[in-house]
């Protein structure tokens, strides 16, 4: 099993970066491919973007292609979502994601989750 505690969330203005990371450990890391998710108030959790666990192939949610990166160190355990432009409807608490063996394409295949972390843009 992965345990993974996410890191960097805060408040930002519109317009505004965030850089978030999510710390794994137990199991092998490249065994996973690596997630985020994210959850505004009163809204269900969705897919904000995926990587392999070579780090090769990288997906995005469409409402975020182009100004969020993600990104993975499987040195030092760790998936990082670097946001950007960021905007008021991007307020959400975002949850790090872990996937065994999978290779990041299906976002209903990640099965471990971390605590979240709140990210709050103002307008």
């Known amino acids: 099993q992965v345990q993974l505690v996410e890191s960097g969330g805060g408040l930002v203005q519109a317009g505004g970066s965030l850089r978030l990371s999510c710390a794994a450990s137990?199991?092998?890391?490249?065994?996973?491919?690596m997630g985020w998710f994210r959850q505004a108030p009163g809204k269900e959790r969705e897919f904000v973007a995926a990587?392999?666990?070579?780090?090769?192939?990288?997906y995005y949610a469409e409402s975020v292609k182009g100004r969020f990166t993600i990104s993975r160190d499987n040195a030092k355990n760790t998936v990082a979502l670097q946001m950007t432009s960021l905007k008021p409807e991007d307020t959400a608490v975002y949850y790090c994601?872990?996937?065994?063996?999978?290779?990041?394409?299906?976002?209903?295949?990640?099965?471990?989750w971390g605590q979240g972390t709140q990210v709050t843009v103002s307008s």
């Open positions: 994601a872990a996937d065994f063996l999978g290779s990041g394409d299906d976002n209903s295949k990640f099965d471990y």
């Open positions: 990587i392999s666990w070579t780090g090769r192939n990288t």
């Open positions: 137990g199991r092998t890391f490249t065994h996973y491919a």
